[in-house]
């Protein structure tokens, strides 16, 4: 990997990962790429401006208020000189200081002023990664085309496991080597609609019907479309992940939402059908709880089919995409019902996989899918989901070539 030429602006904040910025430096170093750093005042408390200096081989800055650096407009220079800047690790605190526009220290002031792309790599306590508020923020950023590398899964500094890791430095290059040296945009000037995540169907204002299905998958093929070039419409029911960079998502509820936000989408050049859409609703729900009585039997839940969201956009008619992909979650007769599953619902491709719960797949990390089209079957291996969707992503740009 060669990234000769190019300058990074390396933000160090607050966080015991901090010494993981002193090896990103190196892999910076060894593909050719100049390093500048700004270290905060709390990132100070993990690794030293002298750490910096010596890997990064060039100055390292800390103070907004060094007079001779701001004589001459230091952060208006810093913020602008390099090709990217990139933000590890990223702290709640200053995530949440570059979605509100606050400058109150370097750093954050650098990161207002800039008029370059912005990647940033989250590190934080799991609570802290999950919390509304940095949700929240998270999306703002995205809306903004800030980029997102991690953050990972794992054993965590403070004792506990889960989502909030720093991603290791060799990922956070190859993201910084992505946006510095984009790969080719094959879907430039498409339009692509995703639908991901599961629908709530509700019983009564307090309960509802849904599936165990993540959105993972969903959200890694919005990513992978968009890291194609695509302008991509991800339409996703309640799911407990960020928004994926660079993505215009719709958040919905039930099945008939979704439809609704499908249809208002359109015209798309491809559409991909990766919800696990409920297939029934409630033909009345209750306006109040139902109570639990006594005694008394439980309450017979009527149900109705819901709206075929792949049935519909997959009807003839001008406003149908070029191509339509569905998903098939099976977990017996994977390939004979996924293939009557094409047939009956008018699909060009059918995505296949096998959801039995020893599977791990409904709502883990890995996929191993089988791709079904007009021209027979492709058994892929069990992949991470967002190589699968990258692979997908792949298939789709060739096929609208």
């Excluded at 809306?143 to 590398?149: H, P």
């Excluded at 058994?379 to 789709?396: F, G, M, Q, Y």
Aim: with cysteine.
């Amino acid at each position: 990997m060669t990234l000769a030429g190019k300058r990074v602006l390396l933000i160090v904040a607050g966080g015991i990962a901090a010494y993981k910025a002193l090896a990103l430096i190196r892999l910076l170093r060894g593909a050719g790429c100049g390093v500048t750093c700004v270290l905060t005042r709390a990132g100070a408390q993990f690794v030293t401006p002298l750490s910096l200096q010596a890997l990064s081989e060039s100055k390292v800055y800390t103070d907004i208020f060094s007079l001779t650096d701001e004589s001459e407009m230091g952060h208006i220079q810093l913020s602008r000189a390099a090709d990217l800047l990139v933000v590890v690790p990223a702290t709640a605190d200053l995530l949440a200081k570059m979605a509100a526009g606050l400058a109150d220290d370097l750093a954050s002031t650098v990161l207002l002023a800039t008029d370059k792309k912005v990647l940033v790599a989250p590190a934080m306590n799991v609570r802290m990664w999950q919390h509304p508020a940095t949700a929240a923020n998270m999306a703002t950023l995205a809306a903004r085309g800030v980029a997102v590398v991690g953050p990972d899964e794992g054993a965590m500094a403070c004792n506990e496991f889960g989502p909030g890791r720093l991603a290791e430095p060799p990922a956070i290059l190859a993201a910084i080597a992505r946006l510095l040296a984009p790969a080719p945009q094959p879907l430039a000037g498409r339009h692509a609609l995703v639908t991901s995540g599961p629908t709530h169907e509700p019983i009564d204002p307090v309960r509802y019907l849904a599936n165990r299905s993540s959105g993972k998958q969903g959200h890694a093929i919005a990513a992978a479309l968009a890291a194609l070039g695509a302008r991509v419409t991800l339409v996703s029911g309640p799911v407990a992940i960020a928004d994926p960079p660079g993505v215009r998502v719709v958040r919905v509820e039930t099945a008939a939402a979704m439809l609704a936000a499908c249809q208002a989408a359109l015209p798309a050049d491809v559409a991909v059908c990766a919800a696990a859409v409920a297939d029934w609703r409630m033909a009345n729900p209750a306006a109040g709880k139902i109570k639990k009585i006594p005694g008394a039997a439980p309450p017979v839940l009527a149900l109705v089919p819901n709206p075929d969201i792949l049935a519909t956009l997959c009807a003839p008619g001008p406003a149908r995409p070029r191509l339509v992909i569905g998903f098939a979650a099976e977990t017996a007769e994977l390939r004979a019902n996924a293939e009557a599953k094409r047939a009956r619902k008018g699909c060009d491709w059918i995505v296949a996989n096998d959801v039995s719960p020893e599977t791990g797949i409904m709502g883990g990390d890995d996929n191993a899918v089988h791709l079904i089209t007009a021209e027979g079957t492709e058994d892929w291996p069990r992949l991470p989901k967002s190589e699968v969707a990258t692979r997908l992503a792949a298939r789709i740009a060739a096929a609208l070539a």
